[in-house]
Antibody
């Protein structure tokens, strides 16, 4: 059973970089059959896809965040990470990490495993 | 970007009822829609992928249908553990987007 666990500071100061990691267990993050991604949910609001990464290092990001976000992968640690620069109060959210599976003809993408999420508050 | 609009945003039902949640896309997304169940403090759970495919391990009382712009999630014979928030999500094109959620509560 694949499990994902987010970790990182629960508090970040405005203008600083928000950094989170996601540790994957029960499966290898190196498998080229999957992408890995981040989704966030501001308090009282809906889910927003942040971006995703393939084990080859290929990334794609939400254009609304592209200028500030970097997702990286560490296959040795079976982890992937999120860095979000220049944080503001609007970045306050529960951040989820998830596995993005793809299969079928035509290819369909879906988040099949998620972490429980971690709340990050951006405040001075 | 593709907008996903769910209705209703909240509903109440009783154990044993059948409920239907709808999701409308702002443009045709063929069958590239997924449905998730989320309970507070828990990891969201994939229920349906590609509009109508039941994820492994998900009870058969969950059914997805639709294509183009209109999609439905139907839950037959509601069980106590089904009270949660449900989200649709399109994977037709990035940025992937979600509906605003439909909170299912016990009547």
């Amino acid at each position: 059973q694949v499990q994902l666990q987010e970790s990182g500071p629960g508090l970040a100061k405005p203008s600083e970089t928000l950094s989170l990691s996601c540790t994957v267990s029960g499966g290898s993050i190196s498998s080229t059959s999957y992408y890995w991604g981040w989704i966030r949910q501001p308090p009282g609001k809906g889910l927003e896809w942040v971006g995703s990464i393939h084990p080859t290092g290929s990334t794609f990001y939400n254009p609304s965040l592209r200028s500030r976000v970097t997702i990286s992968i560490d296959t040795a640690k079976n982890q992937f990470s999120l860095n979000l620069k220049s944080g503001t109060a609007s970045d306050t959210a529960v951040y989820f990490c998830a596995r993005l599976a793809y299969d079928g003809h035509p290819i369909s993408y879906y988040f099949d495993y998620w972490g429980q999420g971690t709340l990050v508050t951006v405040s001075s | 970007d593709i907008q996903m609009t769910q209705s209703p945003s909240s509903l109440s039902a009783s154990v044993g009822d059948r409920v239907t949640i709808t999701c409308r896309a702002s443009q045709s997304i063929r069958t590239y829609v997924n449905w998730y169940q989320h309970k507070p403090g828990k990891a969201p759970k994939l229920l349906i992928f590609a509009a109508s495919n039941l994820q492994s391990g998900v009870p058969s009382r969950f059914r997805g249908s639709g294509s183009g712009t209109d999609f439905t999630l139907t839950i037959n014979s509601l069980q106590p553990e089904d009270f949660a928030t449900y989200y649709c999500q399109q994977s037709f094109s990035a940025p992937y987007s979600f509906g605003q959620g439909a909170k299912l509560e016990i009547k």
